[in-house]
């Protein structure tokens, strides 16, 4: 089993928070039942620490599923006419914090992903 290095802890702290943040928000706007989605790539930030690779394949699994699910539904809010009413700004502002954090999460995890290649000998 490899040690976890700085980086690697950067990007499980940075999933913690992009599951937490939107599986908050996803849950005010679908409901108690979204939790499940972000719950893959929370629980898998948090194995990473111990198990590795396990870790490493749920936190894969559960970005591609929070990706699948934020992603469409986030920028349907985001293309859709400006909100005029404060309840309707902050869903706004939410969803728009909510997409950041899962692109700049799957960017992360896919950067890592080449960073940690082997490196063909010669």
Avoid: Y
């Amino acid at each position: 089993m490899r040690k976890s290095t700085k980086s690697n802890r950067q990007i499980r702290w940075f999933a913690v928070i992009t599951a937490g943040v939107a599986g908050i928000v996803g849950t005010l706007g679908f409901g108690l039942p979204f939790v499940a989605v972000p719950s893959l790539l929370l629980v898998g930030a948090i194995l990473r620490g111990h198990w590795q690779r396990t870790g490493t394949w749920m936190m894969w699994i559960g970005a591609v599923l929070l990706s699948l699910w934020t992603l469409p539904f986030g920028a349907r809010i985001l293309l859709s006419p400006p909100p005029i009413d404060r309840s309707g700004m902050s869903v706004f502002a939410a969803t728009a914090v909510t997409l950041l954090l899962v692109v700049i999460c799957d960017i992360a995890l896919v950067l890592e992903a080449f960073k940690n290649q082997p490196q063909p000998t010669d």
